[in-house]
């Protein structure tokens, strides 16, 4: 990241959907009307999305500006008016199928915080927290209801769920991006200069086997 330079970390799934445009003209002067259906692609992210501000100081402060976000995907919604124009056209094309437009609905949580911290430390950051309780009951009908005993026939199934958002960073500062200074740590990974000479490993071949 740049000095005062917005970076984004996204980890999404695109999920795609059509939106339908249906237009109904009705026929004039003994002419039948038309019915037109257009359809265009949209994608809607889903998935973590963070946008991170850097700015350093003088003295090597560094404050971090960011923007986590968390979205999901908990249903659809139908857009109605093709329902209207499809419930229209049938007046005249009794024949015309079955249109929907499916458009999803997304929750959304985001946070936007300010962290001040020096070289190399690291920088924690909790919050969009969720609680999901799902309660389930199978009984048998009838039995269920008997008095004292009617819960020996009914089977309770009570899920909860907690989940939090924790965010780990270790900003570090680079003044001279190079092998020999500040990504010196990273020069024992690369490999040597006599890599492309070496002699790769042989593999035993494999005897082919004729079909019959």
Same mark, same amino acid.
């Given at each position: 990241?740049?000095? =005062?330079?917005?970076?984004?970390?996204?980890?999404?799934?695109?999920?795609?959907?059509?939106?339908?445009?249906?237009?109904?003209?009705?026929?004039?002067?003994?002419?039948?009307?038309?019915?037109?259906?257009?359809?265009?692609?949209?994608?809607?992210?889903?998935?973590?999305?963070?946008?991170?501000?850097?700015?350093?100081?003088?003295?090597?402060?560094?404050?971090?500006?960011?923007?986590?976000?968390?979205?999901?995907?908990?249903?659809?919604?139908?857009?109605?008016?093709?329902?209207? =124009?499809?419930?229209?056209?049938?007046?005249?094309?009794?024949?015309?199928?079955?249109?929907?437009?499916?458009?999803?609905?997304?929750?959304?949580?985001?946070?936007?915080?300010?962290?001040?911290?020096?070289?190399?430390?690291?920088?924690?950051?909790?919050?969009?927290?969720?609680?999901?309780?799902?309660?389930?009951?199978?009984?048998?009908?009838?039995?269920?209801?008997?008095?004292?005993?009617?819960?020996?026939? %009914?089977?309770? =199934?009570?899920?909860?769920?907690?989940?939090?958002?924790?965010?780990?960073?270790?900003?570090?500062?680079?003044?001279?991006?190079?092998?020999?200074?500040?990504?010196?740590?990273?020069?024992?990974?690369?490999?040597?200069?006599?890599?492309?000479?070496?002699?790769?490993?042989? %593999?035993?071949?494999?005897?082919?086997?004729?079909?019959?």
């Amino acid at each position: 990241m740049l000095n =005062n330079q917005t970076a984004v970390l996204k980890v999404v799934e695109s999920r795609v959907y059509f939106t339908l445009t249906a237009q109904y003209q009705p026929g004039s002067s003994g002419s039948p009307g038309t019915w037109t259906i257009t359809s265009e692609p949209n994608t809607v992210p889903i998935g973590f999305l963070m946008a991170i501000t850097p700015q350093i100081s003088d003295s090597g402060e560094i404050i971090l500006n960011l923007r986590p976000t968390v979205s999901r995907l908990i249903g659809y919604v139908e857009d109605p008016a093709v329902a209207v =124009n499809l419930a229209i056209a049938r007046g005249e094309f009794s024949s015309l199928p079955e249109v929907r437009s499916l458009v999803p609905e997304i929750q959304t949580r985001e946070i936007e915080s300010v962290i001040r911290v020096r070289d190399g430390e690291v920088a924690v950051l909790g919050g969009l927290m969720r609680d999901e309780i799902a309660d389930g009951t199978d009984e048998v009908p009838g039995a269920s209801r008997l008095p004292l005993v009617g819960e020996l026939f %009914r089977y309770r =199934n009570n899920q909860s769920r907690k989940s939090e958002l924790v965010i780990f960073l270790r900003p570090r500062i680079v003044t001279d991006p190079s092998i020999d200074t500040d990504y010196r740590d990273l020069a024992r990974h690369l490999p040597g200069s006599d890599f492309f000479a070496r002699d790769l490993p042989q %593999r035993p071949l494999i005897p082919s086997v004729p079909e019959r």
